[in-house]
């Protein structure tokens, strides 16, 4: 398959740069990379939305239930800085 696309000056100069620095071997595979790039980015985003939604709902039905304990401000940080570290290994 082949696609003609478009690039501002800027984004094109960029390209033949990343291809000039010998890190890809054309526009077309630097192209291809960043389409691979942005498909991984977008399923990343969207499997972290789903789990959000999912903790919310389970959030919601805690509440509901009278299962939520206070929590301060400091113990909300603590456990969100651990979750996105996790996320990172």
Do not use: C, W
Request: glycine share 4%; net charge negative; hydrophobic share 35%.
């Amino acid at each position: 398959m082949s696609t003609n696309i478009s690039l501002t000056p800027e984004l094109e100069e960029y390209a033949r740069n990343q291809v000039a620095s010998g890190l890809y071997g054309s526009i077309s595979e630097f192209m291809r990379s960043a389409v691979r790039t942005h498909r991984k980015q977008n399923i990343e985003h969207n499997i972290y939305l789903r789990d959000m939604h999912r903790e919310l709902a389970q959030a919601e039905a805690e509440i509901d239930r009278g299962e939520i304990s206070p929590l301060n401000m400091q113990e909300i940080i603590d456990e969100v800085d651990a979750e996105l570290a996790a996320r990172k290994k």
